[in-house]
């Protein structure tokens, strides 16, 4: 089992910026990406953005192209987190935002076997 707990959201104006955490505990060592998604009311849980952790042979970042050059992924291995940092950030980014972890390298959703319980980022205009 793996528990993930994120924190860090709340509300900000466009064109600010926020830092989401996401910190893991239990049997964590073969999950090997670390990803975040958010879903906004509405709409289909959608990627943002996945990292490899310490313990997978090859290490990547990946991002939804509606992010890239915004938001950066990162991880701190010895507190067993992974971060989101957010800027320019505008409405539309509005949204639940989740961490999960997989075994693979995947933006599927469906793919991911754990998920934490979501954190709320709303960005007014």
């Known amino acids: 089992q793996v528990q993930l707990v994120e924190s860090g959201g709340g509300l900000v104006q466009a064109g600010g910026s926020l830092r989401l955490s996401c910190a893991a505990s239990?049997?964590?060592?073969?999950?090997?990406?670390r990803g975040w998604f958010r879903q906004a009311p509405g709409k289909e849980r959608e990627f943002v953005a996945a990292i490899s952790w310490s313990t997978a042979i090859i290490h990547y970042a990946d991002y939804a192209d509606s992010v890239k050059g915004r938001f950066t992924i990162s991880r701190d291995n010895a507190k067993n987190t992974v971060y989101l940092e957010m800027n320019s950030l505008t409405p539309e980014d509005t949204a639940v935002y989740y961490c999960?972890?997989?075994?693979?390298?995947?933006?599927?959703?469906?793919?991911?076997?754990?998920w934490g319980q979501g954190t709320q980022v709303t960005v007014s205009s």
């Open positions: 999960a972890s997989t075994r693979i390298r995947t933006k599927a959703a469906n793919l991911y076997d754990y």
């Open positions: 239990g049997r964590t060592f073969s999950y090997y990406t």
